[in-house]
């Protein structure tokens, strides 16, 4: 059985027992100081008011002075203190998280919403690291209160002690009952939450489809669907919350008025001090306060729970990828061979059937195909971002797994259709292919993507904005980019799909005689639709429905394959125009 989400929490905590020390410490400190006040108290009414001690007024109120002055400063100290372990704590889970997901595999992000991933990791787990910080902290406090006041009151009269305490079973089963009702609950309101999330996150990521399509009054609905989901869900927890304090409270104050009704007695019958008595209700607002601070810990505690729970499902996951395990590539040829290979992204779905190609080291093949023919996925198996079901992917004559995986996809540079840029600079971008290359190496890259007129025509050269998803730049800026930094890897094995789709025809002759080029060092596979990308192949393999058709070179398919044929008429067309 899988430890608790609180048992877990706590064994974080544990990495910080120092901090978490201190925290208790001057929370003891500061509970202690707060019971001087009701001892000042009944000195005053008991002795110093009816003996008319001038003097020992002063010493009073400046012992009363002193208590608060000392538990301030403690207050600050322990809130610093606290400060440091919450940053703590959120760094570590929060880093614990982004490393499992960095580390899970690509199908189970095309499982997922953003909105959700983003949701867990901005808000799930700030509330979950408020179970220890605000939960466990201050509910450890406030029963440490209460047991000091319990036993102040125990030793100043049993009596009334046992009448105040007398809701308190009354009190701990209401608190039990809520919190069985509101952890489901609570969950429910998060997953309305991270619903609502994704819905803006598609939103903003699409807003020029939005606005393309003249969609906002719909996108509108969509939020407001979310967002009334969300009230409703938290209308439900406010609603217990709602009743479940004021009963409390309640049970709290019953137990107060018959104090108050019982030691009014013995003070008339002279069994009681009215000094003892004000002693005894200032006790009595020492113990119900961290009562109901309790409820708000209750309250905290399942909120941050069910977070917790949601960021433990993630980390508990068994799927993430050992990038490790396996061999290094060292001294990579390049040789590829895809052998009778089957994929299917969804059960009984097969996008790939049955293909085998093979791609000799230092030689260019292209992919051709009707959208949807499984070109892609072939590239996306080969940098096991997926595993064929059936079949067998081989590199150099060694399965795809007898390597680890990090060092498999430092052997390939992966240009990909979307050419997706980081925010950031355009330096930054680069830098992703060779962390440690030169200023010349990046001007190098970039002139061989014949990027370089258009980066040291901006203000700011190489660190200039890119805007997220790249958007300050355009399509065709933003493709070369990407080529850039594939050129800039100098991987040995060069895997573009699609990656002059964007490029208008002279920049695509530049990049085309880079790829001359280049191709004499490594092996390409090629994804195109544009004729001269196709031609340049030393082999063309034509994919259909998910079937290897046809391969040959160019002129031995416009014989052989007239499916070949159609797709190389439909490219030379949309050339022509």
């Known amino acids: 059985m899988a430890p608790s989400p609180l048992r877990r929490l706590l064994s974080f905590a544990k990495r910080h027992w120092r901090i978490a020390a201190w925290q208790l410490g001057l929370a003891v400190l500061g509970t ?10 009944q000195w005053f009414i008991d002795d110093i008011i009816p003996n008319h001690r001038t003097q020992a007024v002063w010493t009073a109120g400046g012992l009363a002075i002193a208590a608060f002055l000392i538990r301030e400063i403690l207050f600050y100290a322990r809130t610093r203190v606290n400060c440091e372990f919450e940053q703590r704590m ?46 466990i902290e201050q509910g450890v406090t406030a029963v440490l209160q209460m047991c000091i006041t319990a036993i102040m009151m125990f030793v100043s009269d049993w ?64 939020f407001l669907n979310a967002s009334d989901l969300l009230r409703k869900r938290q209308t439900h927890l406010m609603a217990a919350w709602a009743f479940y304090s004021p009963s409390m409270t309640l049970l709290g104050n019953l137990g107060l008025v018959l104090l108050l009704m019982t030691g009014a007695w013995w003070c008339i019958d002279g069994e009681m001090t009215a000094g003892e008595l004000m002693k005894f209700l200032l006790l009595v607002g020492f113990l119900y306060e961290p009562i109901a601070r309790l409820h708000g810990v209750n309250q905290t505690l399942q909120n941050g729970l069910s977070a917790a729970r949601r960021v433990f499902e993630i980390l508990d996951r068994n799927d993430a990828e050992d990038l490790e395990d396996g061999s290094p590539a060292a001294d990579i040829k390049g040789h590829v061979r895809f052998e009778n290979i089957t994929f299917a992204y969804n059960e009984g779905k097969p996008v790939l059937r049955n293909v085998s190609l093979e791609v000799p080291a230092r030689q260019t093949i ?57 925010a950031g600079t355009i330096r930054g971008n680069l830098l992703l292919g060779c962390p440690s290359a030169t200023e010349d190496q990046l001007w190098e890259a970039l002139r061989l993507a014949s990027a370089e007129d258009f980066v040291r025509a901006k203000t700011d050269g190489l660190d200039s904005q890119v805007g997220e998803r790249g958007v300050m730049l355009s399509g065709g800026e933003r493709q070369r980019i990407a080529m850039a930094r594939a050129f800039l890897k100098d ?16 920049s695509e002759h530049a990049i085309q005689a880079a790829l001359d080029a280049l191709r004499k060092d490594r092996t390409c596979m090629v994804i195109a639709h544009r004729l001269s990308t196709v031609i340049a192949a030393d082999q063309i393999y034509v994919l259909r429905l998910g079937e290897i058709v046809a391969h040959g070179s160019h002129e031995e398919l416009l014989k052989s394959s007239p499916y070949y044929a159609e797709l190389a008429a439909l490219a030379f067309d949309s050339q022509k125009h």
């Not at 202690?32 to 108290?41: C, D, E, R, T």
């Not at 991933?117 to 901005?122: C, G, K, V």
């Not at 064929?388 to 399965?399: F, N, S, V």
């Open 90 to 135: 959120i760094t570590d889970l929060r880093g614990q998280l982004h490393r499992k997901i960095v580390r899970l595999p690509v199908g189970w992000f095309d499982r997922q919403s953003t909105g959700d991933i983003l949701t867990r990791m901005a808000d799930d787990v700030p509330s979950t690291q408020r179970v220890i910080l605000e939960g």
């Open 32 to 41: 202690l100081l707060i019971l001087v006040f009701p001892g000042v108290v």
């Open 366 to 422: 292209a992919v051709v195909g009707a959208t949807g023919s499984g070109k892609t996925t072939l590239f996306q198996l080969l940098a096991r971002f997926y595993d064929a079901e059936q079949g067998q992917i081989t590199l150099d004559d060694k399965p795809l797994q007898y390597y680890a995986k990090t060092s498999l996809r430092q052997t390939l540079s992966y240009v990909t259709q979307d050419a997706f840029l980081f």
């Open 159 to 222: 009596r009334l002690a046992l009448i105040i305490l007398a809701p308190t079973p009354l009190i701990a089963a209401g608190g039990w009952i809520y919190s069985r009702w509101v952890a489901p609950r609570s969950t429910l309101a998060r997953e309305a939450t991270s619903a609502l999330n994704s819905t803006l996150h598609d939103t903003i990521a699409g807003i020029r489809q939005v606005k393309s399509y003249t969609a906002e009054d719909l996108k509108q609905q969509d």
């Open 491 to 506: 991987a040995p094995i060069l895997l573009l799909d699609e990656a002059t789709s964007a490029v208008d025809t002279k």
